[in-house]
């Protein structure tokens, strides 16, 4: 093949109608993920944009938005217990997952102010 694939540059999650602040008090001010200015030709989309890590998370405005409850992305975090801890005590809401801890995985789920379910992980 002539052609090799290098990695993920970013995922995008789907939002409601006037998702902005919401997506921002939750990515930027609660995890901690800075905001990526949009493309002027793409702010009259709506939604936001966000570094996480090396790579992006892009909430993008969907009509007639329905959360996605199974389909997720799956985020890796050095030190997943004080994640669990920090997020416990800002009154998030997390759900615990042993099903992979025989492979070394802790993980838990939790889902994002649209209702996205979101994976966060750590290898040990």
């Keep these: 093949m002539s052609f090799l694939f290098t990695g993920i540059d970013h995922v995008q999650l789907a939002a ?23 493309p002027d030709n793409l702010i009259k989309r709506g939604g936001a944009w966000f570094q996480c890590g090396t790579h992006q998370v892009h909430i993008g405005v969907q009509n007639d938005f329905i959360p996605a409850k199974k389909a997720h992305p799956a ?27 025989e492979e070394g995985v802790q993980r838990f789920y939790l889902n994002d102010p649209f209702g996205n379910r ?6 040990l």
């Excluded at 985020?75 to 997952?97: C, M, P, S, T, W």
């Excluded at 979101?118 to 290898?123: D, G, K, Q």
């Design 75 to 101: 985020f890796q975090v050095q030190n997943l217990n004080a994640l669990r801890e920090y997020l416990h005590h800002k009154g998030v809401q997390v759900i615990d997952d042993h099903a992979r801890s």
């Design 16 to 38: 409601p109608e006037d998702c902005e602040q919401a997506a921002r008090s939750f990515y930027a001010d609660l995890l901690g993920w800075k905001e990526i200015t949009k």
């Design 118 to 123: 979101l994976e966060f992980l750590e290898w």
